[in-house]
């Protein structure tokens, strides 16, 4: 399929662009004297990250599965976008191809709940929406902090959808089931909220995020795979973790009254949430997304639990340096941050390299499929 064979390369090639780029920004930032190509390079982190990186993954993975060749147009958007914007060129094209990008995200969304309508599916289209409004937004002028709301709910929101789908052969009751759905809906009134009143804002959002996380942490069938070896073990532990890095980041919200911009506690609200939450969810979904995109299977590996240990102990240590102001511990920490997103990413790529080998049969690989 043409859709499958060549358009997502180009999509591929700047969200891994958009990564490096983004490593490189967010090692400056923490203190790390790295060569800066132009004035509002380390502003561009965020953007980056969010929709360089997460959004371009998620709509690409997203085109794929829709198999119409106009919807890559969102995640090339996104990815070249946030580039473009970093390597500050004299006109300004990121802010108008980011939004274009995630207007294009919020067509997919749209097609995937006229074909599965449901509160899940209705809950994704509210993330991509988000992303939307926050990308408008920032390209508006308003200042990174100020659009995280948005950001942050485009992220949680998508993920949070995914686990609720699998819950659906589980006996939870209706009422459960509302109390969620009220916390979707929490969220979105939160980010409304924030653009009036960025404290009070940011504390209903936090509120929504936590709730969130603790149904995840009772109800998610991931809970039921710990006891299974292998590749539901792995996607358990990482899901598990993912959903206690959610709960972290919105206590850390409520127990200083808001999300604090231009402070360490910032910091450490963000990266509970955007580190331990959202890469915990992508380590967890990797042996889903990358064969969906690739159109080959990915095998397992128990060494894929090496990178996902250093994610969760760097992350530990940034915001407990960010909390306790030791900046040359959160310095190493963020490259900690990096050492396990670019070991993860190595891993994927020697279990492809060891499938069917005798070395690979020795130490372990998995090729069979799993879908948590």
Do not use: K
């Not at 969220?187 to 603790?214: K, N, P, Q």
Request: glycine residues 10%.
């Amino acid at each position: 399929m043409v859709e499958r064979s060549s358009l997502r390369y180009p999509a591929m090639a700047v969200g891994i662009l958009a990564l490096a780029l983004g490593v490189w920004t967010g090692l400056d930032r923490v203190g790390w004297a790295l060569p800066v190509p132009s004035s509002g390079f380390l502003d561009a982190h965020g953007a980056l990250m969010v929709n360089g990186v997460l959004a371009t993954l998620i709509g690409l993975e997203r085109a794929v599965a829709l198999e119409r060749r106009g919807l890559f147009a969102g995640p090339l958007l996104t990815g070249a976008g946030s580039v473009l914007f970093a390597l500050g060129l004299p006109w300004d094209p990121g802010g108008l191809l980011l939004t274009a990008g995630s207007a294009v995200i919020v067509g997919m969304f749209l097609i995937i709940l006229s074909r599965q309508p449901a509160v899940h599916t209705m809950a994704q289209l509210l993330g991509a929406v988000s992303l939307l409004v926050g990308n408008l937004l920032w390209w508006s002028g308003l200042d990174v902090p100020y659009v995280i709301p948005w950001w942050g709910s485009f992220l949680v929101l998508v993920i949070v959808a995914e686990r609720l789908e699998l819950t659906r052969v589980l006996p939870i009751s209706r009422t459960r089931r509302l109390a969620l759905i009220a916390m979707v809906a929490l969220d979105v009134i939160a980010c409304v909220v924030a653009l009036r009143s960025f404290a009070l804002g940011t504390e209903l959002l936090a509120m929504s995020w936590a709730g969130m996380a603790v149904w995840l942490l009772v109800h998610d069938v991931a809970r039921r795979n710990l006891s299974r070896p292998g590749v539901p073990r792995f996607t358990a532990v990482s899901l598990l973790s993912g959903h206690l890095w959610l709960l972290a980041g919105g206590l850390l919200v409520l127990a200083y009254g808001g999300i604090l911009p231009d402070t360490l506690v910032y910091d450490a609200q963000l990266h509970a949430v955007f580190l331990g939450f959202v890469l915990s969810m992508v380590f967890a979904h990797a042996t889903i997304i990358v064969p969906a995109v690739l159109g080959r299977p990915v095998p397992f590996h128990r060494f894929f639990y090496a990178p996902l240990v250093v994610l969760d102990l760097s992350v530990g240590a940034r915001v407990g340096a960010d909390l306790l102001g030791l900046q040359a511990v959160r310095s190493w920490a963020s490259l900690l941050n990096v050492v396990a997103i670019v070991g993860f990413g190595i891993a994927l790529l020697l279990a492809v390299a060891l499938e069917r080998s005798v070395v690979g049969r020795a130490f372990g690989v998995d090729s069979s499929v799993f879908y948590p």
